[in-house]
């Protein structure tokens, strides 16, 4: 049997009521030359036998040790036999057109390493709330100042996969993917397709972040230290690193802002302003200085 020119990599965790209609959503595809790989990491739940009935040629079920989802998508990754993977969280969706959108970008551009497409926000009754675009044709700076990519809607060539892995450190778990972009970036070329072909689902019972000071400093700094001890990395983002200090102090200050810790997220915004002061100009900033004035309005 020939290989297939995408591997869907399905990490899982508990995830019973929403993993049906991510595999289904993958099923619709008009494109069909992919295989689909569901890495359960260790779920309690009913999902393994919600799977079982899907299973076939096209669908493989894995049941991994709880290691967290780096460690997922690495275990997806040395099982996939695709020209391509691709990835998909087991709460979100695909658009029935992702592939096909994929394959036709894929072949114009003669096959990249690192490809990946839009991808929108939507409520759980389907409501748009917002598409997530880079914003600027430096991907570069546009990484530098948040997760564009996330893992929605990225295309890996098989020469990745063997070169870089994600850091499998539970202790990153919420950012192990944005560091793995930087890497990725710093030794490949992007290529970006801003047409939107699937969909994050944003619902009540979202992964949840950690919410303590400790706890987002902490990731933090694990996500510079281990992305910058890449040497490409070192080289291609030095100039970004006050950008991506400031970023990461607005991210931080806005969680705990939204956990009611007003003083302590202004605490990091100011941080992020002395670090660069263009921070100032970016949505999330504006997001923190409406919470801020609604707090001091007596509004929240």
């Known amino acids: 049997m020939s290989s297939p020119f995408f591997s869907v990599i399905i990490p899982t965790y508990n ?4 993993i049906l209609k991510s595999i289904q959503s993958v099923l619709k595809q008009k494109y069909t030359d992919f ?71 894929i072949n114009k551009l003669n096959q990249p390493e690192f490809f990946a497409q839009a991808y929108e926000k ?25 997760n564009f990519l996330s893992c929605m809607g990225v295309f890996l060539a098989k020469s990745v996969m063997v070169q ?27 290529k970006y397709s801003a047409k939107v072909c699937s969909a994050m689902i944003i619902h009540e019972d979202r992964s949840v ?13 694990l996500a510079m230290k281990y992305a910058f001890e890449n040497s490409l990395v070192e080289k291609k983002f030095s100039n970004y690193k006050s950008l991506m200090n400031a970023n990461w102090d607005t991210y931080v200050a806005l969680h705990l802002m939204l956990d009611k810790q007003l003083a302590t997220g202004l605490k990091h915004f100011k941080s992020a302003f002395f670090n660069y002061p263009f921070i100032l100009f970016t949505k999330r900033s504006l997001v923190i200085i409406k919470l801020a004035v609604q707090k001091m309005m007596g509004l929240r």
């Open 15 to 18: 995830r019973e009521e929403f």
């Open 35 to 105: 295989e689909i790989l569901v890495i359960d990491d260790g779920s309690t739940d009913n999902s393994s036998k919600l799977i079982k009935p899907y299973l076939s040629d096209k669908l493989q079920y894995f049941f991994i040790e709880n290691s967290e989802r780096g460690a997922a998508r690495n275990y997806g990754m040395s099982k996939a036999s695709g020209n391509y993977i691709t990835f998909l969280d087991s709460d979100d969706i695909y658009y029935s057109n992702y592939l096909d959108n994929a394959f036709a970008c």
């Open 164 to 190: 870089l892995k994600f850091n499998e450190d539970r202790n990153l778990s919420g950012s192990e993917d944005w560091e793995y972009w930087v890497r990725v970036m710093a030794q490949y070329d992007l």
């Open 122 to 146: 939507i409520s759980p009754s389907g409501k748009k709330l917002g598409k997530t675009l880079p914003g600027s044709r430096n991907y570069f700076e546009a990484i530098s100042k948040g």
């Open 209 to 221: 972040l950690a919410v303590s000071e400790e706890s987002l400093v902490n990731r933090r700094k």
